[in-house]
């Protein structure tokens, strides 16, 4: 493959606990794909690195989990900051507290606006989605306290209850113009998408 054939190709990765986060990473490359670019979908993992001679960009999609995003999320951008900071990037955070209309806006979410101010990154494009709620597939821990997060938040705290609430249609939106961003930059770059 030429160079100007990989780096028409996005490189997605995401962070899922129980599935969900992956379930939507998968909508997001689906829109990517028809949007005419390649796309990589890759498990973030401890010691993953990127190619940057691969990729038009990246694009994350990672789940909070007790107010916390995977460690290797944060090695990862410092690791390639530089290019991060250069190239189009989305930020999908994956929250259950999205699940309220209000906590949907990246600049209030607070879980979102520390990672961006610890890392000293700037995607090009942040949205935050709400998750899914999945008591039978959690453990006894994860059951008690995702039960009382929901108690004090006003949430479904029933112990039972799967319930997605995820904006199916934002989304695949906020993939469709962060695939506008990969050409707008790909044609600065003079590289046309096959």
């Known amino acids: 493959m030429s160079e100007s054939e990989n780096s028409k190709c996005v490189l997605l990765l995401y962070s899922s606990r129980f599935g969900h986060s992956k379930k939507i990473a998968d909508a997001v490359a689906n829109e990517i794909g028809n949007a005419g670019l390649g796309v990589d979908v890759e498990e973030l993992r401890p010691g993953a690195a990127i190619d940057i001679h691969r990729y038009a960009g990246a694009g994350f999609v990672v789940s909070v989990r007790y107010g916390f995003f995977a460690t290797a999320l944060y ?83 029933d112990g039972k209850s799967e319930i997605d609430y995820t904006d199916w249609d934002s989304v695949r939106e906020s993939a469709r113009a962060y695939a506008k961003e990969v050409f707008a930059s790909l044609r600065k770059r003079k590289i046309t998408a096959p």
């Open 75 to 157: 090695k990862l951008l410092e690791t390639h900051k530089d290019w991060l900071d250069s190239t189009p990037t989305l930020l999908m955070t994956v929250s259950l507290t999205a699940r309220k209309p209000g906590k949907r806006d990246p600049a209030k979410h607070s879980y979102t606006r520390l990672l961006l101010k610890k890392t000293q990154w700037t995607p090009t494009r942040v949205s935050v989605v709400a998750g899914a709620l999945q008591y039978p597939r959690y453990n006894v821990f994860d059951r008690v306290c995702i039960r009382l997060i929901m108690l004090v938040t006003g949430g479904e705290a």
